[in-house]
């Protein structure tokens, strides 16, 4: 069967070979895998980098101060920490960009701070107390108690992670040691994030896992074309 030229078979044929290659993997480490997953990686970082100047950079920064901005005290920062992260790239002047360096830091610490609490802890918290609306349940005994367990589980399951993180301890001749309740509530809490892991191993192994058959399934589909 005669297969007419087109880019629809050059992007299958690179398609089929890259997946060959990540394959290759699995009779072990080897040059093909490798130089596939180095040309991910390049297309990833130039994808991120195409991103960053053309929805960041260039309209955010560049743009304004080329209409006009350079006396914007504002866009001047952000300029003068661009450079000075620059720096970085020679041992030499490598120090000139730790001002910039602690800028990510603590801007990113901050911002995962302000997540964890505002997006996790609160809406966790309100969540428990949404599972104990118990006026809100009018359909019998049997749904009551329901909804009763749903948010006692919830209550443990939350209470007992956030005890199993808490580290502070009593000093005692054989060294800290923490109460024996705040070790069962650990404990209980160690099982709820136990368990916690394994959902989500077990989905990103379904996710893997689906991958895997989009691959083999392209791979078919392909050599059949052929035949």
Known sequence: ???AFSWDLVTGLVSFLLTLMILSYLIGDNPAFRVA???FIGVSAGYAASVAWNQVLLPRLFRPLLDGGWTDFVLL???????LMLAKLSPRTAALGNPSLAVIVGVGAAVAIGGAIFGTLFPQTQAVLNEFDL??????????LGVLSEGLVMLIGTVGTLVYFQFSARATPGGPQRGKLVNLIGWVGQVFIAITFGVLFAG?????????????????SFVSQFF
């Open 1 to 3: 069967m005669a297969i």
């Open 37 to 39: 997953i180095y040309l």
């Open 77 to 83: 920062v952000p300029l003068l920490l661009g450079l």
């Open 135 to 144: 006026p809100a349940v009018s359909e019998g005994w049997s749904k009551w």
């Open 204 to 220: 990103v192994f379904a996710a893997a896992m689906t991958a895997l058959i989009e691959r083999l399934s392209f791979v078919v």
